[in-house]
């Protein structure tokens, strides 16, 4: 099973919008409404922002949203603030109880 | 409310296999499968693999089958991960978590370290 695709970075102004994109297949990401994103801070575990493709758990800014079209999944992160800093990761089921990350992307605050 | 604690860091010679461990507890925590995820450093998320919550059913990826174990010890609410044949490529740090809809717990992390 191989990474689903994001770009390595995305940036961004305070108060801007960022859209982080994560293309899979028509096994994993375009099969499944079973996507997640976690957002990770350097030397902290990963916190889970958003799953079910656009589900938000309780306590995440709604300033995240997610969608998806086909195989390619999206995370928009609205009114960038500073502490939105750190590095993004998708996630998809891929069947038989399996799961496959995305390659993940760095967010910079410009 | 789910908290999980994660054993102590390890260092192993090419190999050898090392087993971590992953404490549970709180509310209903034997209704939760737990999943493996590692992160070899500076580099990306890796899903390793899942057990249900009796400890009966389990999966992993394709990379890492052959090599890795995962069992459960329900009475002490105890994961265990055992990866053999550690290489250089495995060292990293290892989550493990539980997820269910919206609500997600996760480990500490344990950094491995396979260094001859």
């Known amino acids: 099973q191989s990474a689903l695709t994001q770009p390595a970075s995305v940036s961004g102004s305070p108060g801007q919008s960022i859209t982080i994109s994560c293309t899979g297949t028509s096994n994993d990401v375009g099969a499944y409404n079973y996507v997640s994103w976690y957002q990770q801070h350097p030397g902290k575990a990963p916190k889970l922002m958003i799953c079910d493709v656009r589900r938000r758990p309780s306590g995440v800014s709604n300033r995240f949203s997610g969608s998806k079209s086909a195989n390619t999944a999206s995370l928009t992160i609205s009114g960038l603030q500073s502490e939105d800093e750190a590095d993004y990761y998708c996630s998809s089921y891929t069947g038989s109880n399996t799961y496959v990350f995305g390659t993940g992307t760095r967010v910079t605050v410009l | 409310q789910v908290l999980l604690v994660q054993s102590g860091a390890e260092v192993k010679k090419p190999g050898a296999s090392v087993r971590l461990s992953c404490k549970t507890s709180?509310?209903?925590?034997?209704?939760?499968?737990i999943f493996w995820v590692r992160q070899a450093p500076g580099q990306g998320l890796e899903w390793v693999g899942m057990i249900n919550p009796s400890g009966t059913y389990t999966t992993y990826a394709q990379k890492f089958q052959g090599r890795v174990t995962l069992t459960r010890d329900s009475p002490t609410t105890v994961v265990y991960m055992e990866l053999s044949s550690l290489k250089s490529g495995d060292t990293a740090v290892y989550f493990c978590?539980?997820?269910?809809?919206?609500?997600?717990?996760w480990g500490q992390g344990t950094q491995v370290t396979v260094s001859s």
């Open positions: 978590a539980s997820e269910y809809g919206p609500t997600s717990f």
């Open positions: 709180g509310n209903n925590v034997n209704n939760y499968y």
